[in-house]
């Protein structure tokens, strides 16, 4: 089977927006420098610091004794700042060779002209996704072997941070994309998110939710879809039996972009390979009937 795949790959069409991805290498982490050197030589100059103020107390020499110690402390910032810097360049590195060994082409460290061609992919996320394209950091795209064949994923790291004036905190998303219907009228929005106590007080007090078969999904999951009857056809009870199980803090997304996934959090690489597998299983079990479109009043997948 050819399987599912994205608009731009199918060749039904192209997609302005999506720019010339440079993916990149995958770079063994042995390969990067390992050295304690900065952090040796960090804790060389805040003693140098150190000393220096002790000196010139001694001595009665302010100068030397501001002087000493100034410098002391700048260059133990810097190589403070080296050396961490060299700490990320090979978490980076290894993160990177862990998707690529499972397939996934990343490329990290977006830059603003790409982020913003990338963005409109996911921007009917972006009640979630605040700031939109500035926080877009990274991408990666996949196929994963179903059932059905082999089916394209996206992926997309968003973060973003907010303040409240006296603290702040960083928001951090990973979003796996499937691909949308292959023709036909697209999908309506068709959107689970968890089902809480918040929830559950505003079910009671009238709040649109759509009770599906699954006991178990229906405790999981708050419903809302503007068409009644999507969500009967989109979500069989196998896809509800699956997804009754998704870890807490996702969001699931059924549109006219496609199938989406987000989970609030950072990720080990493990864990986005994972992501991408999931909405990849989803999609792949969701009715056939679905791949030609949506006809409001079908209530009967094949």
């Known amino acids: 089977m050819s399987g599912l795949v994205f608009e731009t790959t199918r060749g039904h069409g192209s997609d302005s927006s999506t720019p010339t991805i440079a993916f990149a290498s995958p770079v063994d982490a042995a390969d990067l420098p390992r050295s304690k050197a900065p952090f040796l030589l960090m804790a060389a100059a805040l003693t140098g610091t150190v000393l220096s103020v002790v000196i010139g107390i001694v001595l009665n020499a302010p100068v030397v004794a501001i002087g000493g110690g100034a410098a002391g402390l700048l260059a133990g910032i810097v190589l403070l700042v080296v050396g961490l810097k060299r700490i990320v360049d090979r978490g980076l590195a290894t993160f990177t060779a862990d998707l690529d060994r499972a397939g996934i082409r990343h490329a ?88 809480n106590f918040v929830a559950r007080i505003a079910k009671k007090l009238g709040r649109e939710d759509h009770e599906l078969d699954d006991t178990s999904f229906n405790d999981r999951w708050l419903v809302r879809c503007d068409d009644p009857d999507f969500p009967l056809v989109a979500l069989p009870p196998v896809v509800q039996s699956v997804l009754a199980d998704s870890p807490r803090y996702e969001t699931w997304v059924f549109g006219p972009r496609g199938v989406a996934v987000l989970h609030v959090g950072v990720h080990k690489s493990q864990a986005v390979v994972g992501l991408a597998h999931r909405v990849a299983r989803v999609r792949a079990m969701m009715p056939t009937v679905l791949d030609a479109g949506w006809t409001p009043n079908v209530a009967t997948p094949k």
């Not at 082999?150 to 006296?166: C, E, I, P």
């Open 108 to 195: 990290p460290n977006l830059d603003r002209e790409t982020a913003k061609a990338l963005f409109p992919q996911v921007a009917h996320l972006e009640k979630w996704l605040k700031y939109g394209s500035r926080g877009l950091k990274s991408y990666g795209e996949t196929t994963v072997a179903t059932d059905r064949g082999d089916l394209a994923v996206r992926l997309f790291y968003h973060r973003y941070t907010v303040s409240t004036g006296n603290s702040h905190h960083v928001v951090q998303h990973w979003i796996a994309l499937a691909p949308p219907q292959e023709s036909g009228h697209p999908w309506p929005e068709l959107t689970l998110s968890n089902e």
